[in-house]
């Protein structure tokens, strides 16, 4: 015990620095640092480091551990289930959490004031999360050490102007949302840009906004069950700084300074998703299985594999390693939101023969980020191919995809035109 003394003392008494918010240089390395190694630029000593190390496993039998950084005050931006999750390993870890709704969010923060109680998560928030309104933003950020932004792809730039009049200096933000834009060249630009890009036109000083990948669904994070991510920054320095703030027995992170290549690949899961989700959706069209119980697992799974192989061509496209297109920001990100999910919900109601207005209707307004990056992506492509960037007879999936949202239905995949990868 006199360990787990010495563990919380230090995160009383000492912050970790981050590194600066506006890096010098990025990195195109396309490798990924482990959990296990031991990060830079701790604001700790690296004995000091060990020493916490080691005493893993008996902090992991009290249900804590410390994080590879000191006690932090983190500010919650979008009391959404994945954003209010991240509370479980930051709070583990000892440090303070401050969530903040957004102007959708009053019910939710009502809530977690009143009771404790996560609403859309089903569960209670721990003790050290406190729950504010966006009217008290500013009393939020009041010596905060970053910002983990919550909101969906749809507020970003909502919660930028939101966010700009409290940001009295820079600081780090790491974003849950996945999104993409296009220049008007058609090149792609990675949500977390925009986001950036958003702040400093709000009048904020610039923050350096990072991002992560992987399967996460929100429910399991908040219960504790295992799950690996991969945090991206314009540098691996910060990368690894935001991931010692997170890491515990349960939540495992590996580093990255790819930010452009996660953040493709974790957006254009969503997208890909809608088409597996259309097959499975065809099944009620057919009437259900038949007598012998024959599915649509065999078109969901070609139609899955199609996307991993377009995302990983798009990856290439955008001068970005391939690797994470098979890896868990890609192919790991796309198998778990396939188990379920808005996107895969609505994907089946479009399959089943309704009409995009209709689906939509039956979403009951719920966001359907696969939209907005399909709609993107339908900027980007013409203008790519236009300057002979992009081949699109490489993405045939993903034209289809185009065609559904513009067409308002779900037509039958052309199957014919896939693989050609393996030709």
Not at 252 to 261: E, K, Q, S
Request: hydrophobic share 45%.
């Amino acid at each position: 015990m006199l360990l787990v003394a010495e563990t919380y003392r230090l995160k009383a008494t000492q912050k970790a620095i981050p590194p600066s918010t506006v890096p010098s240089k990025r990195s195109n390395s396309g490798m990924l640092s482990t959990p296990s190694a031991v990060p830079k630029d701790l604001g700790i000593k690296r004995d000091v480091y060990c020493r916490r190390a080691e005493s893993l496993l008996l902090l992991s039998i009290i249900g804590t551990m410390p994080s590879g950084g000191l006690m932090a005050t983190v500010v919650i931006f979008g009391a959404g289930v994945m954003g209010s999750a991240t509370a479980f390993p930051l709070t583990d870890n000892g440090h303070d959490v401050r969530l903040v709704g957004t102007h959708l969010d009053d019910e939710i923060i009502d809530s977690v004031r009143t009771r404790g109680y996560h609403p859309t998560l089903k569960r209670r928030l721990p003790e050290r999360a406190t729950a504010f309104r966006y009217t008290e933003l500013a009393d939020a950020l009041r010596g905060a050490d970053f910002i983990l932004s919550g909101v969906n792809s749809y507020g970003v730039r909502w919660a930028a102007e939101t966010l700009a009049p409290a940001l009295t200096a820079p600081l780090p933000v790491i974003a849950i949302t996945k999104g993409l834009d296009c220049t008007e060249q058609g090149d792609i630009v990675a949500l977390t840009t925009v986001y950036e890009e958003a702040l400093e036109a709000a009048g904020a000083p610039h923050c350096d906004v990072s991002g992560v990948g992987g399967p996460c669904i929100a429910g399991e994070l908040a219960g504790r069950r295992q799950s690996c991510v991969v945090f991206a920054s314009s540098t691996r320095e910060q990368a690894d700084w935001f991931a010692a703030h997170f890491r515990t027995p349960y939540y495992h992170v590996w580093t990255t300074a790819d930010l452009l290549g996660l953040e493709v690949a974790a957006a254009l899961k969503n997208a890909y998703t809608l088409p597996v989700a259309i097959a499975s959706g065809f099944l009620e069209r057919e009437g259900e299985a038949d007598e012998a119980n024959a599915q649509m697992h065999n078109l969901e799974a070609a139609v899955f594999g199609q996307g991993v192989a377009e995302i990983r061509y798009l990856l290439q496209v955008c001068g970005q390693p391939s690797l994470f297109a098979a890896s868990l920001p890609g192919a790991g990100d796309y198998y778990v939101t396939c188990a379920g999910g808005r996107n895969m919900r609505f994907g089946r109601l479009l399959g089943s023969g309704r009409s995009l207005a209709q689906a939509l209707d039956e979403m009951q307004g719920i966001t359907i980020e696969s939209l907005s990056i399909i709609a993107a992506m339908a900027r980007a492509l013409p203008r790519l191919a236009a300057r002979g960037v992009i081949d699109r007879t490489r993405v045939p999936l993903l034209d289809h995809l185009i065609c559904t949202v513009e067409d308002g239905r779900a037509e039958p995949f052309p199957l014919d035109a896939f693989f050609g990868d393996l030709c």
